[in-house]
């Protein structure tokens, strides 16, 4: 028997109530997508398409109205438990030091003080912050505070990361900067990573797998490629290669023209 996908969505819908009026708006259609123990995945498509809706239906911070989630093979009920999220937004807590935000989770967890300290620290080495554990969010940079929220995940060990854009903020040295990083420390680990994002670039360079979305409404995957670069990567290099080229047209023409019913919807939506 094949081993369970880490994580699987199987034919979900997701219908909000519209902002406006009265009516539903189906965000997500009929949309299926396994993501392999170990396998890193991105899905890109149009703003506004729905990539955080499926992210957050992987969370399990939000139930489909169709279709189930299958975590290692067993039905998601709630918050999904073996997963770890890393959003734009900033994820530290102001109030608390960098050693304190990785600890939290940790302690959360019911790993004894020491034990947690310990960890953290380790973690917050290995992200390159071994000497900031006693900054606070507001004394680091954009980077650093990146690093300490990426530090906060991966020390609470997660079979599956949940990455919506990331690291969208950053200014684009410390940004592939980072994305270097997630690839070293995911060769280390082997995680199953979900890496939303709406940069083709970013999303060929980090992935086994990419993954295109459709323009809204009702959005579902409208092409699948297998991204056959050798590992290690280093995300700048990558992109000059012959491949890339060729895998980036490739992808490209098939997203070109829902970023343009993408964008046109949005001018409608502003008009
Ligand atoms: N709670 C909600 N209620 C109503 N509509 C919603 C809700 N959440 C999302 N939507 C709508 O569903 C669609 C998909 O939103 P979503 O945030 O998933 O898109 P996205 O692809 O992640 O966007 P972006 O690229 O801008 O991050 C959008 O049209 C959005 O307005």
């Not at 991204?227 to 990567?233: G, Q, S, V």
């Amino acid at each position: 028997m094949q081993a369970p996908a880490a994580l699987e969505l199987n034919g979900i819908t997701v219908t909000f109530r519209a902002r406006e009026g009265g009516g539903r708006y189906t965000a997500v259609a009929d949309t299926t997508l396994r993501i392999a123990p170990g396998e890193f995945v991105s899905v890109v498509g149009p703003t506004g398409c729905g990539k955080s809706t499926l992210l957050n239906i992987g969370a399990g911070l939000l139930a489909p109205s169709a279709g189930e989630v299958r975590v290692f093979g067993e039905p998601l009920a709630g918050i999904n438990a073996r997963a770890g999220y890393m959003f734009q937004a900033e994820a530290l807590m102001p109030w608390r030091s960098a050693l304190d935000n990785v600890m939290v989770g940790l302690q959360y967890r019911g790993v004894p003080q020491a034990q947690a300290r310990e960890q953290a620290q380790a973690w917050l080495a290995r992200v390159g912050l071994a000497d900031f554990g006693d900054r606070y969010p507001h004394q680091m940079s954009g980077g650093m505070r990146k690093r300490a929220a990426l530090a906060q995940v991966l020390a609470l060990d997660p079979d599956i990361i949940l990455m919506d854009e990331p690291f969208s903020a950053l200014d684009i040295q410390t940004r592939q900067l980072m994305e270097n990083e997630v690839l070293d420390l995911w060769a280390a680990k082997r995680k199953a990573v979900l890496f939303i994002t709406h940069d083709l670039d970013e999303a060929i360079a980090m992935s086994d797998r990419v993954v295109v979305l459709s323009a809204g409404p009702a959005t579902h995957p409208i092409g699948e490629f297998s991204i056959d670069l050798p590992r290690p990567r280093d995300v700048a290099e990558v992109r000059g290669q012959p491949r890339f080229v060729e895998l980036h047209s490739q992808i490209w023409g098939v997203l070109r023209e829902e970023v343009l019913k993408g964008y046109a919807q949005q001018l409608k939506k502003a008009a």
